[in-house]
């Protein structure tokens, strides 16, 4: 089993940065992690994922250019630097782990360990 533990989240300025963090923990995790997030009545949103060893990353066409993921497989850790933030990034940030198939890292349905989520609150 796999816990995963989000944390950074909080209250900032358009045009402010963010750096969450997402520490999993109970046994070696090498698989595939993820950001989504969840705003008020809408669905669940990719934002970013890592490969296994972190040498392939994926991002959505709405945070390309100013979030980006890393991980540090040392720490069991994952990261996502949000640079530029804009109000309608304000949401719920999930951090997910899976053995995601190629192609298919953008579906939360291919995730089966999530944590219990950070809010970030982006004032205009």
């Known amino acids: 089993q796999v816990q995963l533990v989000e944390s950074g989240g909080g209250l900032v300025q358009a045009g402010g940065s963010l750096r969450l963090s997402c520490v999993a923990s109970?046994?070696?995790?090498?698989?595939?992690m993820a950001w989504f997030r969840q705003a008020p009545g809408k669905q669940r949103e990719f934002i970013a994922a890592s490969s296994s060893r972190g040498t392939s990353t994926y991002s959505a066409t709405s945070v390309k250019g100013r979030f980006t993921v890393s991980r540090d497989n040392s720490k069991n850790t994952l990261h996502l630097q949000m640079n530029s933030l804009q109000p309608e990034d304000t949401a719920v940030y999930y951090c997910?782990?899976?053995?995601?198939?190629?192609?298919?890292?953008?579906?939360?349905?291919?995730?089966?360990?999530w944590g219990q989520g950070t809010q970030v609150t982006v004032s205009s």
């Open positions: 109970g046994r070696t995790f090498n698989n595939y």
């Open positions: 997910a782990g899976g053995l995601v198939v190629v192609g298919r890292e953008t579906n939360p349905d291919d995730y089966i360990y």
